[in-house]
Antibody, heavy 119, light 111 residues
Framework: EVQLVESGGGLVKPGGSLRLSCAVSGFTFSNAWMSWVRQAPGKGPEWVARIQSRTDGGTIDYAAPVKGRFTISRDDSKNTLYLQLNSLKPEDTALYYC??????????WGQGTLVTVSS | IVMTQTPLSSPVTLGQPASISCRSSQSLVHSDGNTYFSWLHQRPGQPPRLLIYEISKRSSGVPDRFSGSGAGTDFTLKISRVEAEDVGVYYCMQATQFPWSFGQGTKVEIK
C-alpha cells in the first residue's frame, strides 16, 4: 500500500522557519519525481516545489512566491522528502501536501500538514 | 497558465446530471501532441484524487458516470447521474506547461 505521511507543520510567527517532512512507502521513492503542493483555506491547490529523481538529474524548481525562501530536498536512503520554509509570511498559511508525479499527474498524495503563520 | 472554472458552486439533485467547465488561458496541446488536462475530486478533509486524465481517460476505479471532453482551451466534466458520494470540490489541472496549475474549484452539493 502506498503511503505518504507529512509532518512538521505548526504555528509560527512571521519571519519564522519550519521544516516539513514526508515519509514515503509502497513504491520506489528514489525513482520518483516529488512535489510539494499547498492549499490555502478555501482555495485551490498551488504547486510549491519539485525535485526530480537523482537518476533523471535531480533538477529542482520553485514557484515564484517561494523562490529564495523555501528549499526542497530528499533523502533516498530514508525514503523521505523535505521542505525547509524560511522567512515565512502570513500568505504561506496553508495545508502542505507532498505528492508523487507519474505520467503528467499527481498519482499519490499525503494527508497534508498544516502551516499557520500568524503573530 | 491560468485555469478558470465555472460555475464555482453547483447544487444538484440526486440522480440528475451535473456539468463543470474549465477554460485555460492558453492551449493545452503539448508539443508531443498530447493534452495534459485532468480533473480531480476532493472530499472534505481529504487530499485531491485523480478522476480524469488526458481530457477523457478515467482513472482506475472511477465510475463510468464521470466523463470528460474538450480540446485546446475548453474542457468539460459531466456526471451523468449524481450520487451522494460525488459531493465535494472538483478541480481542473493542466500539466502541459510547467509549473502545473489548478482551477479555483467547483463545489458540488446536493440540493
Amino acid at each position: 500500500e502506498v503511503q505518504l505521511v507529512e509532518s512538521g507543520g505548526g504555528l509560527v510567527k512571521p519571519g519564522g522557519s519550519l521544516r516539513l517532512s514526508c515519509a514515503v512507502s509502497g513504491f520506489t521513492f528514489s525513482n520518483a519525481w516529488m512535489s510539494w503542493v499547498r492549499q490555502a483555506p478555501g482555495k485551490g491547490p498551488e504547486w510549491v516545489a519539485r525535485i526530480q529523481s537523482r537518476t533523471d538529474g535531480g533538477t529542482i524548481d520553485y514557484a515564484a512566491p517561494v523562490k529564495g525562501r523555501f528549499t526542497i530536498s530528499r533523502d533516498d536512503s530514508k525514503n523521505t522528502l523535505y521542505l525547509q520554509l524560511n522567512s515565512l509570511k502570513p500568505e504561506d498559511t496553508a495545508l502542505y501536501y507532498c505528492a508523487s508525479e507519474y505520467n503528467w499527474n499527481y498519482d499519490h498524495w499525503g494527508q497534508g500538514t498544516l502551516v499557520t503563520v500568524s503573530s | 497558465i491560468v485555469m478558470t472554472q465555472t460555475p464555482l458552486s453547483s447544487p444538484v439533485t440526486l440522480g440528475q446530471p451535473a456539468s463543470i467547465s474549465c477554460r485555460s488561458s492558453q492551449s493545452l496541446v503539448h508539443s508531443d501532441g498530447n493534452t495534459y488536462f485532468s480533473w480531480l475530486h476532493q472530499r472534505p478533509g481529504q487530499p485531491p484524487r485523480l478522476l480524469i486524465y488526458e481530457i477523457s481517460k478515467r482513472s482506475s476505479g472511477v465510475p463510468d458516470r464521470f466523463s470528460g471532453s474538450g480540446a485546446g482551451t475548453d474542457f468539460t466534466l459531466k456526471i451523468s447521474r449524481v450520487e451522494a458520494e460525488d459531493v465535494g470540490v472538483y478541480y481542473c489541472m493542466q500539466a502541459t506547461q510547467f509549473p502545473w496549475s489548478f482551477g479555483q474549484g467547483t463545489k458540488v452539493e446536493i440540493k
